[in-house]
């Protein structure tokens, strides 16, 4: 899906700023009770990994829902047996506002409405977890984050808004990021030849970019449709980190490095320790690794690079 080449391994550093806590975390910190969160969206991520994941979360747990097809909240409630009146549509954001049980809502919805979504659930009070891409654009992840910081809450960050960029290479974007500890400055891109240019007819079938990072490294980087790849490898001076089919998957991840050979991560839902682990954060006051600033970093990034095939130049990255 994404191949890389020469970046330097790292890791990805907290850029939350620690708001104060809502009364209902504070209740549910004394109490001892597992956070209860709302799933905004019920599509095939939610259904086929969110939901199984929370039935195994200690620190959350599954209490409403917010969907535009009633039969999928019913069947959701009675998996995880929450009352079936706190099923809502996307125009009930009084009565979400209202539901004391709920503290965070995972919006989970496509990355075109991610925006207005996050901005109702800040207006709700709720605290807010979106799937990524965080937006489809930098203003929307700035109104997103300001709805946040009024509201006093944290954003941590798939209609699509893109082709292959925003459903697939938003992975390898984050992950270059991560082997580089740092972010790229500018970037080259170019869009290939589609080989269904009917069906992909306002967004692009698969692109190659460049990303470039300030201490001389860079990352080569192809995403698309129109193969079946799933490949990263990252080099320095004293080592390699490599990834190979399955490196962007949920589970059962083949992973290797020169130092240590390949990693045995265990057996674990992916979902279950993320979202355990933001509940925490939430209930704690402690900061969240993956913030709404770094998803509005990933737009800047995507921003330039879909600039870079319009105007087939270098685009210099700035994040403010």
Known sequence: MSPTRRAFLGSLGGLAAGYALAPALRAAEAS???L??????????????LSPALLETKHVKLVAAITGTRAKGEKLA???????????SY?????????????????????????????DAFGAGKHVICEKPMA???????AMIAAGKKAGKRLEKKLAGGGA??????YSIQACCMAADANPVAVTAKELPKTQPDFFKEVEQAMEFRLEFANGAVADVWTGYDANRAEFRAEAAKGWFEGSKPVFSYRNLNISTSAKGKLDFGVFRQQQRHMDGVAQAFRNGTEVTCTGEVGRRDMVIIEGIYESIRTGKKVELKYS
Not at 78 to 88: M, P, S, T
Request: proline share 4%; aromatic share 8%; net charge negative.
């Open 32 to 34: 001892g009770k597992p």
């Open 78 to 88: 009675k998996l995880h047996g929450f009352d079936e009146a706190n099923i809502y």
């Open 165 to 170: 960029l925003l459903d697939m290479g938003v």
């Open 136 to 142: 489809t654009s930098v203003a929307d992840c700035d």
């Open 91 to 119: 125009d009930q954001w009084d009565k979400v506002a209202a539901n004391k049980a709920i503290d965070i809502v995972y919006v989970v919805t496509p990355p075109g409405v991610h925006a207005q979504n996050v901005i």
């Open 36 to 49: 209860g969160l709302a799933l905004c969206g019920l599509g095939n991520y939610s259904n086929g990994e």
